[in-house]
């Protein structure tokens, strides 16, 4: 079952424009990763927060994480057509089940048009 | 470019054929994973090996079986798959492996291999 929840489904921009995506969770984490994936490629580690951080920064993004309401934000400032991409938040769990079973949300796909 | 590397890019196979798919990296990482990953969906992982051992298997169906002869390298045997199966299928490392404080560390994708059954 998804752990994460990302939303929007999808968001579209005009390049300079800020994003920014959310993602929910259900359980107790130990930390919170955001990647992006091109389309077809592999996926990019972007950003890891850990549960006892609330704010995290590099370069153009910035992650938010609110343990209280499971929730983190991902934000692309000053966004570039490069950024096009599907972006997916990743939780692991932290009491039982399988130790390094990273789970990925169902993605926020960005547009970024010139 | 990735650190990780998968071959082949593109494999179509029949529901009779054997076939692998072979993923290396040489960062020295002790963790390896493999992901299945249906169009507009996001990846759902099969297994991990850490320190060569199988640690993980997302109770996968026996058609699909891995195998990691050493540190830097994991393979995937495919055997009587069906065409539901076809999908991206990524490998991934981290760091650390299983039992340590590790799981906090990022993974490191390949570009995958893109499977069609016919």
């Known amino acids: 079952s998804q752990q994460g929840e990302e939303d929007p489904q999808a968001l579209s921009i005009q390049e300079g424009e800020n994003a920014t995506m959310n993602c929910s969770y259900k359980t107790s984490i130990n930390n919170l990763q955001w990647y992006r994936q091109n389309s077809g490629r592999g996926l990019v580690h972007l950003i890891l927060?850990?549960?006892?951080?609330r704010e995290k920064h590099s370069g153009r993004l910035r992650v938010t994480l609110d343990t209280s309401k499971k929730s983190s934000s991902l934000l692309i400032t000053a966004s570039r057509a490069a950024d096009t991409a599907s972006y997916f938040c990743?939780?692991?769990?932290?009491?039982?089940?399988?130790?390094?079973?990273?789970?990925f949300g169902k993605g926020t796909k960005l547009s970024v048009k010139p | 470019d990735t650190e990780v590397t998968q071959t082949p890019k593109h494999l179509v196979m029949g529901m009779t054929n054997k076939k692998s798919l072979k993923c290396e990296q040489h960062?020295?990482?002790?963790?390896m994973y493999w992901y299945k990953q249906k169009a507009k969906k996001p990846p759902e992982l099969m297994f991990v090996y850490s320190y060569e051992k199988l640690s993980i298997n997302e109770s996968v169906p026996s058609r699909f079986s891995p195998e990691c002869p050493n540190s830097s390298l994991l393979n995937l045997h495919l055997h009587a798959l069906q065409p539901e199966d076809s999908a991206l299928y990524l490998c991934?490392?981290?760091?650390?492996?299983?039992?340590?404080?590790?799981?906090?560390?990022?993974?490191?994708f390949g570009n995958g291999t893109r499977l069609t059954v016919t």
């Open positions: 960062m020295g990482h002790r963790a």
């Open positions: 991934a490392s981290s760091q650390d492996g299983a039992g340590l404080s590790s799981y906090n560390s990022p993974l490191h």
């Open positions: 927060i850990r549960s006892n951080e």
């Open positions: 990743a939780t692991d769990r932290k009491y039982g089940g399988s130790q390094g079973n990273l789970i």
